[in-house]
């Protein structure tokens, strides 16, 4: 019953491929938002049920993607097994940034993530011997599954939806685990979940490595389904994107965050023959929803839907309680 | 040696004072309302933008610059009004989305209106080098550094000096006891976005010389501008300042001495090494509520 949601949703991505066959908008584009999917997710778990923001999430899936791609092309290891890797590093990484940065609150953690994300933008244009530079990597290997190699748009369809269906599970049971419980009374108030015996460092610690992990995944997925990449993909840009997709679909809902990662990047495929305004409509965007809908798009509506269906479930039973008492009269 | 470190310094105290007036524009903000504008660079980037705009437009040079303020301080007071009021009361996260949206929003307009190319400001008095003890310097880094302690000093007299500007103090100290005391709390946070976009503008039509400007030149400017304010201990003033040019020294010294490339990641670890080991600034108050 909880995860009703999870299978009618997992149904329709099936279904997809099926009912629009060599479909660009499905394959091509469907690939991107199943990526962007991933990341907002993981995104939303820091930034919806911790309440921490982060501007520099496009770091780790920068270092999940570089990780796969020097590592294959540089030292020709299995995609697999650099994936592995890169996750490894990205979470020890994010492990150790996470004891001093999320000590900081509000502005001053803004500014910090921002930092990092920054720096290692930096490093990836600037450590040309390793990175490849501004021109970026190229000629990354398919990546090969136990001997099935993904090498077309349909495959790879199926592995990022695989991919996506899976962060979003995992992201469902974690929010109503342990943790994800421990997690919400720290965002409601640190000092009161300090007080009931929650260790908030440890927990905010935990989904901040979390996060970053689907953030790393991601990016090595990206890196082998696009066999090339440059650091624009990992830019600050990217990573106020990323922040827009959680709060565009609705900060603290899983699906909120799928629907806002799905919603832009339908946005910016439509928007491509405005390319001039796409910065204009963004910006006007993210104004609008944050003014008039702060608790996003889709939990703003379906909150609304709900509240519709409530109300008039009860307004029912309000006539069928006058209908009893008048013929008890 | 010395004399390159000398020139290195030189060059820094020029970058160091326009992030100065960058984080002198977010405080302000920040004292007057608690908000961290995002959107403070494209204040500079408008200011440089609207100045070439209306000097190409046939407007003599001052008069080109003076309108470029006003128009900008107009940007901001209408950010406030539209963007900022309707919005009131929300989260840190929320307010600091939307001035991320204001910013890409502006980057977007100035985009479309002037296309995306880098354009010039010409110099206000030539591009003569002068010799100053082994290092050369523009006549414009001169404006720059002239026109940063004006505007620090006026400032600086606004807060100690004026009804106004201790009137906007007061908002930031208790918002509910200024409105008792019969402050406009509202007339303030709007006058506080007007001047503290018209600052920006000021700083951006100073350095535009010597950096050239484009739709995009307000993000780093704007991000060091907030790495001014936050070494220099948010909401203070005159710690952005120092803060400002402190981080342009810094980044001077390291792109010569180290690497060029790499000169805005020195600038960032050195903001996170202060937000790590003194969150509340090196110059700030050490005040207890903000951690």
């Known amino acids: 019953m909880r995860l009703t949601g999870f299978f009618i949703f997992a149904a329709s991505v099936a279904l997809l491929p099926v009912l629009f066959p060599d479909n660009y908008f499905v394959t091509v584009v469907g690939i991107a938002a199943g990526l962007h999917v991933i990341l907002a997710v993981g995104l939303n778990l820091l930034i919806g049920y911790a309440g921490q923001i982060s501007l520099g999430h496009a770091a780790f899936f920068g270092m999940g993607a570089y990780a796969s791609a020097i590592l294959t092309t540089r030292f020709d290891w299995p995609g697999l097994l650099a994936m592995l890797v890169g996750l490894l590093v990205t979470g020890t990484i994010a492990w150790l940034l996470a004891q001093p940065i999320l000590r900081l609150r509000g502005h001053y953690l803004a500014m910090a993530t921002l930092g990092f994300g920054v720096i290692v933008h930096v490093i990836l244009v600037q450590a040309t011997h390793w990175t490849g530079g501004p021109d970026g990597l190229g000629e990354i290997p398919a990546l090969s599954l136990l001997g099935w190699i993904v090498d077309d748009d349909q495959r790879w369809y199926g592995v990022i939806a695989a991919a996506m269906l899976l962060s979003i599970w995992l992201s469902l049971n974690l929010v109503d685990s342990r943790i994800g419980r421990a997690l919400r009374a720290v965002r409601g108030s640190e000092f009161a979940a300090e007080m009931m015996g929650i260790d908030a460092t440890r927990a905010k610690t935990q989904i901040f490595v979390v996060s970053a992990l689907f953030a790393a995944f991601a990016g090595s997925l990206f890196a082998h389904q696009q066999a090339f990449i440059s650091p624009d993909s990992f830019s600050l840009m990217i990573s106020v994107e990323l922040v827009t997709m959680v709060v565009l679909g609705g900060i603290a809902s899983t699906f909120g965050a799928a629907c806002g990662a799905i919603a832009l990047t339908l946005l910016h495929e439509s928007l491509v023959v405005f390319e001039d305004y796409e910065l204009l409509i963004h910006g006007a965007l993210l104004m609008a929803v944050m003014i008039f809908l702060p608790q996003g798009l889709f939990v703003g509506l379906t909150q609304g839907v709900r509240r519709r269906w409530i109300s008039r479930i009860a307004s029912r039973q309000d006539m069928k309680g006058e209908r009893n008492s008048t013929v008890q009269q | ?291």
């Open chain 2, 1 to 291: 040696m010395l004399e390159q470190i000398f020139q290195f310094l030189v060059t820094g105290v020029t970058v160091g004072s326009i992030y100065a007036l960058v984080g002198l524009g977010f405080a302000l903000i920040y004292n007057a309302s608690d908000v961290v504008n995002f959107a403070q660079g494209e204040f500079v980037m408008l200011g440089a933008m609207n100045a070439i705009a209306l000097l190409a437009a046939g407007l003599p040079l001052p008069l080109a610059a003076i309108a470029a303020v006003l128009l900008t301080a107009l940007v901001g007071l209408l950010l406030e009004r539209l963007a900022i009021e309707p919005a009131k009361g929300a989260s840190v996260i929320t307010t600091i989305i939307i001035t991320i949206g204001a910013a890409i929003f502006l980057r977007g307009v100035a985009s479309l209106l002037w296309g995306k190319n880098s354009l010039p400001l010409p110099a206000f008095s030539g591009d003569e080098p002068i010799q100053l003890g082994g290092a050369t310097l523009l006549p414009q880094s001169l404006w720059v550094l002239g026109g940063t302690i004006v505007l620090v000093a006026l400032v600086h007299a606004f807060f100690n000096r004026t009804l106004l500007g201790k009137a906007l103090l007061a908002c930031s100290f208790n918002r509910t006891a200024a409105q008792l005391v019969g402050i406009n709390v509202q007339v303030m946070l709007r006058l506080a976005y007007g001047l503290s976009a018209g600052l920006g503008a000021i700083a951006g039509i100073l350095v535009a010389p010597i950096t050239f400007s484009s739709y995009e030149a307000g993000i780093m400017l704007g991000l060091k501008g907030f790495s001014a304010a936050i070494v220099g201990g948010i909401g203070n003033p005159m710690g952005a300042v120092a803060g400002g040019l402190l981080l342009g020294m810094l980044e001077a010294l390291g792109a010569g001495l180290i690497s060029s490339g790499y000169k805005d990641a020195i600038a960032f670890i050195f903001v996170l090494m202060v937000l790590f080991f003194e969150p509340t600034g090196l110059f700030g108050h050490k005040a207890a509520e903000r951690v």
